[in-house]
């Protein structure tokens, strides 16, 4: 029997509205918010059949876990999604998907940095993100509150060893295109129009040594400024964005 889990804010709940909406246990909502963008949330949930229940904002507060909810909260049963890595390959290779655009982040344990990481890559049309197991932050609420509604489309997986994965892609001809700011090319003399997996480290450490060998190749973002390095969100965002304009501009 699968675990109820929480998810708050208008995005997170939202999404789930529209995706899955039977799989809402039921929606707490804060019964003094009655601005027009409670009202359009309230309207949803009723047309999609959702058990609704008046809430203050202290309570709403205790099972999100926190106090950016927004006044809306949700327990929900989890989606069912490709259980493995192998799985979701196959699952592509099935379906014809030629080019998977996978996303790799080593090191991010900034619940705030993968959210936003999960949003950029579901919005780029990724189709997995992947990260170790023992240096990387799992799906939470704050998860889900930052990726305003892509912790429930985008798959995540947490894997043992890194480095080994890196070398199960390579075995399937994903190229591993990694980040590093002495990198000889930029991200954008590279092709990624083929299958490709973009390896990012947490800013500040970067990628781990081990992760860096396994690469097959190396590239930078220009950086013009003053600054070294971008946040690892907005690092994901440049590279995975490249990547769809290069596959949008050979079809």
Same mark, same amino acid.
């Given at each position: 029997?699968?675990?109820?889990k929480?998810?708050?804010?208008?995005?997170?709940?939202?999404?789930r509205?529209?995706?899955?909406?039977q799989? @809402? @246990?039921?929606?707490y909502?804060?019964?003094?918010?009655?601005?027009?963008?409670?009202?359009?949330?309230?309207d949803?949930?009723?047309?999609a059949?959702?058990r609704?229940?008046?809430?203050?904002?202290?309570r709403?507060?205790?099972l999100?876990?926190?106090h950016?909810?927004?006044?809306v909260?949700?327990r929900?049963?989890?989606?069912a999604q490709?259980?493995?890595?192998?799985? $979701? $390959?196959?699952?592509?290779?099935a379906?014809?998907? =030629?080019?998977?655009l996978?996303l790799?982040l080593?090191?991010v344990?900034?619940?705030?940095? $993968?959210?936003?990481?999960?949003?950029?890559?579901?919005?780029?049309g990724?189709?997995?993100?992947?990260?170790?197991?023992?240096?990387?932050?799992?799906i939470?609420?704050?998860v889900?509150?930052?990726?305003?509604? =892509?912790?429930?489309?985008?798959?995540?997986f947490?894997v043992?060893n890194?480095?080994?994965?890196?070398?199960?892609?390579?075995?399937?001809?994903?190229?591993?295109i990694?980040?590093?700011?002495?990198?000889?090319?930029t991200?954008?003399?590279?092709?990624?129009?083929?299958?490709?997996? $973009?390896?990012?480290?947490?800013?500040?450490?970067g990628m781990r040594?081990?992760?860096r060998?396994?690469?097959?190749e190396?590239?930078?973002?220009?950086?013009?400024?003053?600054?070294?390095?971008?946040?690892?969100?907005? =690092?994901?965002?440049v590279c995975?964005?490249e990547?769809l304009?290069q596959r949008t501009?050979?079809r």
């Amino acid at each position: 029997m699968s675990t109820p889990k929480v998810l708050f804010g208008f995005h997170a709940v939202g999404v789930r509205l529209k995706t899955a909406p039977q799989s @809402i @246990i039921e929606i707490y909502y804060e019964a003094t918010r009655r601005d027009a963008r409670m009202r359009q949330f309230l309207d949803r949930a009723r047309e999609a059949g959702a058990r609704l229940i008046e809430a203050d904002a202290l309570r709403i507060a205790k099972l999100a876990g926190s106090h950016g909810h927004q006044g809306v909260a949700a327990r929900v049963e989890p989606v069912a999604q490709a259980t493995s890595l192998d799985e $979701l $390959l196959e699952d592509l290779e099935a379906a014809g998907t =030629a080019q998977p655009l996978l996303l790799v982040l080593d090191g991010v344990t900034d619940p705030h940095n $993968l959210g936003a990481c999960l949003r950029v890559a579901d919005g780029a049309g990724a189709h997995a993100v992947i990260a170790p197991k023992d240096h990387a932050v799992g799906i939470n609420a704050t998860v889900a509150k930052v990726a305003s509604g =892509a912790a429930e489309t985008m798959p995540y997986f947490m894997v043992t060893n890194l480095a080994r994965t890196l070398g199960e892609l390579k075995e399937r001809n994903i190229w591993c295109i990694g980040t590093s700011d002495d990198a000889p090319k930029t991200i954008y003399q590279v092709d990624l129009k083929g299958p490709v997996a $973009l390896v990012l480290g947490a800013e500040g450490d970067g990628m781990r040594q081990l992760t860096r060998k396994t690469c097959d190749e190396l590239v930078s973002i220009p950086m013009q400024g003053a600054v070294e390095s971008l946040n690892v969100s907005v =690092a994901s965002g440049v590279c995975l964005y490249e990547a769809l304009r290069q596959r949008t501009a050979s079809r």
